[in-house]
C-alpha cells in the first residue's frame, strides 16, 4: 500500500502526503487550505530561534496553530545550541505543536551565515550539537525531527555523516530534499540518495522525502523508487492544494480527478479570507499577488488576468478581476 499511517515517535499520522515548510507561504492560512484538501501533516514556515529567544511578537505568530489540523509541526533554524534549546522549550511551552522540526537544508546566504540551514548539514558535529539541545531541551515530550540536504556541493556530499549525527542525536525521523546546497532549487534532486538513506537506516526511524514533487505523480514515483515513508509537497503545493487530495486517491486507487476552476479560484477566495482574519486586509491583499497568479496558472486567459493580479490592493479588487474567469474553460 502506498499510502499509509506513519508513527513519528509517539506521534501516529493517518496519511503519509505533507506540506513541507516554505518560507513565506506555509503561514497557518495556507495550512488550513492544504488539510481541507487531504494535507496529513503540515509544518510552519521556519521560525528564527533567536528571534524567538528575544520574545519577537512577530515570530511567535509564525507556530499558531490552524483551527482545523489536527496535527503540525513548529519547524526551527538555528546555529548555536544553547539559542535552539531555549527555542525548543518556547515552543513545547507555548503551543501545542506535536513535533518540533530543525532546518538544516536552507541554502538561502543569510541563515548560511548565521551557521544554519545547509551550513548544519555540511557540518555534522555542529548538526549533532544543535540537535542534541534541542532533544534534550523538549524531555521526550515533542519528536524531533530533523531536514537535511546532499551536501554543500558536488564535491562535499555529507548527507550520510549529517543522517547519522542526527539519528545519534536522538531525532524521531529525517527528511532528505537530495539537492546540495550550490544546486539550490536547480537541476534535478538526486532520489538515488534518498533510497540509500532509506536502506542504511531502515527500521530505525522514518525517511520522508522532498525535492522535485508538482504532481500525484510524482509522489507515486518517489514512494515507489526509493520506499521513503512520507513526502512533502513544497512548491508543486502551491496554487494547487487540491494535489493531496489527488495524491492520496492515485496512491489508493491508481486514478484521480481533477479539480475544476471554480473550485480553485474559490479555494483562493477562500485562503485570502483566512489571510485577512489574521493579517488585515491590506497585507493579506498584497500577500496573496503570487498566490492568486499560482492559482490561476493554467486557466484559459491566465496571462491577462495575472497582469492584473499583481496590482490588486482590495478583496473587491480580487473579486472584479477573477469574475472574468469563465468556468468552463
Same mark, same amino acid.
Not at 546566504?109 to 548538526?127: E, F, M
Not at 523508487?225 to 486517491?249: D, L
Not at 484521480?256 to 489571510?275: A, K
Given at each position: 500500500?502506498?499510502?499509509?499511517?506513519?508513527?513519528?515517535?509517539?506521534?501516529?499520522?493517518?496519511?503519509?502526503?505533507?506540506?513541507? $515548510?516554505?518560507?513565506? !507561504? #506555509?503561514?497557518?492560512?495556507?495550512?488550513?487550505?492544504? /488539510? @481541507?484538501?487531504?494535507?496529513?501533516? *503540515?509544518?510552519?514556515?521556519?521560525?528564527?530561534?533567536?528571534?524567538?529567544?528575544?520574545?519577537?511578537?512577530?515570530?511567535?505568530?509564525?507556530?499558531?496553530?490552524?483551527?482545523?489540523?489536527?496535527?503540525?509541526?513548529?519547524?526551527?533554524?538555528?546555529?548555536?545550541?544553547?539559542?535552539?534549546?531555549?527555542?525548543?522549550?518556547?515552543?513545547?511551552?507555548?503551543?501545542?505543536?506535536?513535533?518540533?522540526?530543525?532546518?538544516?537544508?536552507?541554502?538561502?546566504?543569510?541563515?548560511?551565515?548565521?551557521?544554519?540551514?545547509?551550513?548544519?548539514?555540511?557540518? $555534522?558535529?555542529?548538526? !549533532? #550539537?544543535?540537535?542534541?539541545?534541542?532533544?534534550?531541551? /523538549? @524531555?521526550?515530550?515533542?519528536?524531533? *525531527?530533523?531536514?537535511?540536504?546532499?551536501?554543500?556541493?558536488?564535491?562535499?556530499?555529507?548527507?550520510?555523516?549529517?543522517?547519522?549525527?542526527?539519528?545519534?542525536?536522538?531525532?524521531?525521523?529525517?527528511?532528505?530534499?537530495?539537492?546540495?546546497?550550490?544546486?539550490?532549487?536547480?537541476?534535478?534532486?538526486?532520489?538515488?540518495?534518498?533510497?540509500?538513506?532509506?536502506?542504511?537506516?531502515?527500521?530505525?526511524?522514518?525517511?520522508?522525502?522532498?525535492?522535485?514533487?508538482?504532481?500525484?505523480?510524482?509522489?507515486?514515483?518517489?514512494?515507489?523508487?526509493?520506499?521513503?515513508?512520507?513526502?512533502?509537497?513544497?512548491?508543486?503545493?502551491?496554487?494547487?492544494?487540491?494535489?493531496?487530495?489527488?495524491?492520496?486517491?492515485?496512491?489508493?486507487?491508481?486514478?484521480?480527478?481533477?479539480?475544476?476552476?471554480?473550485?480553485?479560484?474559490?479555494?483562493?477566495?477562500?485562503?485570502?479570507?483566512?489571510?485577512?482574519?489574521?493579517?488585515?486586509?491590506?497585507?493579506?491583499?498584497?500577500?496573496?499577488?503570487?498566490?492568486?497568479?499560482?492559482?490561476?496558472?493554467?486557466?484559459?486567459?491566465?496571462?491577462?488576468?495575472?497582469?492584473?493580479?499583481?496590482?490588486?490592493?482590495?478583496?473587491?479588487?480580487?473579486?472584479?478581476?477573477?469574475?472574468?474567469?469563465?468556468?468552463?474553460?
Amino acid at each position: 500500500m502506498l499510502y499509509h499511517g506513519v508513527k513519528i515517535g509517539s506521534l501516529k499520522l493517518k496519511g503519509n502526503i505533507f506540506l513541507a $515548510p516554505v518560507a513565506g !507561504y #506555509t503561514d497557518r492560512a495556507f495550512r488550513t487550505v492544504c /488539510v @481541507e484538501h487531504g494535507a496529513a501533516f *503540515t509544518y510552519t514556515e521556519m521560525v528564527s530561534a533567536e528571534a524567538l529567544v528575544r520574545g519577537n511578537n512577530k515570530t511567535s505568530a509564525l507556530m499558531n496553530r490552524a483551527e482545523n489540523e489536527k496535527s503540525y509541526a513548529v519547524q526551527i533554524f538555528g546555529g548555536e545550541g544553547e539559542v535552539m534549546a531555549k527555542a525548543a522549550r518556547i515552543v513545547r511551552d507555548k503551543t501545542s505543536c506535536e513535533c518540533i522540526d530543525i532546518n538544516c537544508g536552507c541554502p538561502v546566504p543569510k541563515i548560511i551565515k548565521t551557521g544554519a540551514g545547509s551550513a548544519l548539514t555540511r557540518d $555534522p558535529d555542529r548538526l !549533532y #550539537t544543535v540537535t542534541k539541545a534541542v532533544v534534550d531541551s /523538549v @524531555e521526550g515530550k515533542i519528536p524531533v *525531527t530533523v531536514k537535511i540536504r546532499s551536501g554543500w556541493d558536488a564535491e562535499t556530499i555529507t548527507w550520510k555523516e549529517a543522517a547519522d549525527a542526527a539519528l545519534s542525536a536522538g531525532i524521531s525521523a529525517i527528511t532528505i530534499h537530495p539537492r546540495t546546497r550550490a544546486q539550490g532549487y536547480e537541476g534535478k534532486a538526486d532520489w538515488a540518495i534518498m533510497k540509500e538513506l532509506v536502506t542504511r537506516i531502515a527500521g530505525r526511524i522514518p525517511v520522508f522525502g522532498s525535492g522535485d514533487l508538482f504532481t500525484p505523480e510524482d509522489a507515486q514515483a518517489m514512494i515507489s523508487q526509493t520506499g521513503c515513508s512520507a513526502v512533502m509537497f513544497a512548491r508543486g503545493a502551491m496554487g494547487n492544494p487540491f494535489i493531496f487530495t489527488e495524491t492520496k486517491q492515485l496512491l489508493e486507487t491508481g486514478v484521480y480527478s481533477i479539480v475544476n476552476t471554480e473550485e480553485r479560484i474559490q479555494t483562493g477566495f477562500r485562503e485570502l479570507s483566512l489571510l485577512i482574519n489574521d493579517l488585515g486586509e491590506e497585507y493579506a491583499c498584497k500577500e496573496m499577488r503570487k498566490r492568486f497568479c499560482a492559482y490561476t496558472k493554467g486557466i484559459k486567459g491566465s496571462a491577462e488576468i495575472r497582469l492584473q493580479l499583481v496590482h490588486a490592493s482590495t478583496s473587491a479588487d480580487y473579486h472584479r478581476i477573477l469574475n472574468t474567469i469563465q468556468y468552463y474553460s
